[in-house]
């Protein structure tokens, strides 16, 4: 810009300043690609530093018949993965991380798991806390999908719908629509996934 007003001629200009010009798109075009390749440092999110340590030891899961096994199996999904690294974090501190968890725990006090339509952006919304944070949260943090995590509680739910006897006066597609499942197929594959065994199978076993 100072170069434009000490050449008259913008002819002469163009033909002394072409190489910094240049230069200068260069590095204009070479900052928007830094942010294509390098997505946190637009959204915040942080740049791990791997170190070997261990968050919690899980508890060893009885396996005497398969209620036993399929009523300890969302507990190992939705809390306590065995073996984990450490990330010492730029940007999730030990406080962020506790009011992510505590974003998380008040929407399992609310069930809000039990609306089919539950996504990452209503404990946005509840939280404050950005969606992109949530989802680095579960995959990077609690090494485990939201969808995973949110099934979890879903089937632990249904669980104890079948465990009080419901089956008795609703069907199982009733029980999955109560516990947020769009659809039985889902919920089948969902309650499998998570347990090991089919509602059918686990219906059988606790009768």
Known sequence: MAGIWLYDEKSLFLERTGIALLFA??????????ILFFPHIM??????LKVGATLS??????????????ENAFSIAID????????????????????VKSS??????????LNTDFKLVQISKESGIPVHHLTYYFNSIKQVSFSE???SLRIKYAMELIGQGETNAFTLQSIAQQAGFASQ????????NVTGTTPSAYLKSVS
């Not at 798109?25 to 830094?34: P, Q, T």
């Not at 306590?80 to 009011?99: R, V």
């Not at 197929?185 to 499998?192: D, L, S």
């Open 25 to 34: 798109s260069l590095v204009y075009i070479g900052m928007n690609m830094v």
């Open 57 to 70: 030891e899980g508890s060893d899961v009885a396996q005497t018949n398969p209620t036993t096994l399929a």
């Open 185 to 192: 197929n889902t919920f089948i594959r969902a309650f499998k």
């Open 104 to 113: 998380l725990e008040t929407s399992k006090v609310k069930k809000m798991y």
């Open 43 to 48: 959204y915040g999110l942080p740049i791990a």
């Open 80 to 99: 306590s993965p065995t073996q984990l690294e450490k990330n010492e974090l730029l940007l999730f501190t030990d406080e962020y991380i506790s009011a």
């Open 149 to 151: 995590w949110r099934n």
